[in-house]
């Protein structure tokens, strides 16, 4: 989970205990604060980009014709979930797809959803997976990823944080396998290195922060859903280094890295985490893009975690809220940034596909 939508579920919570404030208050107080929420809400909780002014970078491509031989087919489930195909073996990343509502995350308990989960894989026909790689333990990533491993018999990659939320949903200790940074991981044709990256960077709003807590980083036994969205801690962000062949992949979820983490590779194809990236500082925009497009200099960048990841997948997917994003911004950004380069820029709608290479 990208630190917008701890944003939102922070930021109601706040407004939560506001609420049971004022309940001791008069009633022209109340009404006064209702009538502030309801004009801050519509404000705040409308998408922070137009689609359609992006319409040239979308493929739209639904991917129901055959893979070409050698060639990598990549189909985007929302958030950062990516299924990879190669017409032979199948992985994914994260595959979250309950995608519960903002009040709901704010407010209740939330669990996968096994009836949304399951027209999820069928709709984008996720027949042959082989292995289900986890970035970080938030909730919008991890979630889902063991009832999908369930259902497709996949096995399930990720850190100690991911693989108690797998053992808490009933997952074996074979279905599962904790990362070890660096070393590659062979399936199929394809082979995946996990590389150690950082969260987006923490925020503070009205006096609460989503950082992660020093004294408890990680999920320490195993989590039983349905739990609160804030039981699903990071445990550790992770980037994955995906070769096929002589064609390089790496996929980063999160706004943020570690300096120097990627000097040694390079990739044709980026997945780029772009979401808060220009809410960021001046200096830290210019540092992440040095560390990642300028670094790898792929011929394809593909932003992720740009999606309202509170509005269902059989929807149209719409840029995150303006309550704790700019997508505009961060578009604007990207295309700064790459402008002048031989590097092409596409958007995926959900479900949408595109051969990569």
């Known amino acids: 989970m990208v630190c917008h939508d701890r944003f939102f579920v922070i930021f109601l ?13 008069n009633l022209s107080s109340i009404l006064l604060y209702v009538s502030f929420v ?40 929302g958030t950062s979930s990516i299924l990879l195909d190669d017409g032979e073996t199948q992985i994914l990343t994260d595959g979250f797809f ?27 026909k996720i027949n042959r997976l082989q292995a289900i790689f986890v970035c970080h333990s938030h909730y919008d990533h991890v979630m889902d990823a063991p009832f999908v491993a369930k259902q497709t018999k996949a096995k399930l990659y990720g850190s100690s944080s991911t693989l108690n939320v797998g053992t808490g949903a009933g997952l074996t200790s074979e279905q599962m396998q904790k990362f070890i940074p660096g070393k590659p991981i ?4 394809f ?24 004294n408890h980083p990680n999920i320490e036994s195993p989590l039983i859903q349905p739990v609160k969205a804030m039981d699903f801690i ?8 995906i ?38 500082s001046i200096s830290f925009q210019d540092e992440y893009l040095n560390q990642t497009i300028q670094t790898l200099k ?23 809220l303006q309550l704790g994003d700019d997508f505009d911004a961060n578009m604007s950004s990207i295309l700064k940034r790459t402008e002048g380069q031989k590097m092409e820029i596409k958007l995926l709608q959900g479900f949408e596909s595109i051969d990569l290479f």
């Not at 919570?13 to 208050?25: H, P, S």
């Not at 407010?107 to 959803?113: G, N, P, R």
């Not at 990071?234 to 280094?241: I, L």
């Not at 002589?246 to 120097?260: D, M």
Request: with cysteine; net charge positive.
């Open 13 to 25: 919570m706040v407004m939560a205990e506001k609420t049971n404030l004022l309940k001791k208050q």
């Open 38 to 77: 309801f004009f801050f809400s519509h404000c705040v909780l409308s998408p922070s980009g137009n689609l359609t002014n992006y319409d040239s970078y979308f493929p739209h491509h639904n991917g129901t014709d055959p893979i070409p031989k050698g060639k990598v087919r990549a189909t985007f489930l």
């Open 98 to 124: 309950s995608r519960p509502s903002i009040w709901k995350t704010a407010f209740s308990k939330i669990e996968s959803d096994p009836k949304t989960v399951l027209s999820v894989i069928e709709k984008a």
């Open 186 to 189: 062979t399936i199929g044709k």
């Open 191 to 214: 082979t995946i290195t996990v590389l150690e990256s950082k969260h987006t960077p923490p925020f503070r709003i009205l006096g609460k922060t989503n950082a992660t807590d020093p």
């Open 234 to 241: 990071e445990g550790g962000t992770f980037d994955f280094f």
């Open 243 to 280: 070769q096929h062949g002589k064609n390089k992949i790496l996929i980063k979820s999160s706004t943020n890295f570690v300096e120097g983490a990627l000097d040694k590779f390079n990739a044709d194809v980026l997945f780029l985490g772009i979401a808060q990236i220009s809410l960021q």
């Open 298 to 320: 792929p011929k394809l960048i593909i932003p992720i975690h740009w999606d309202n990841f509170f509005k269902s997948l059989s929807e149209p997917l719409e840029p995150n």
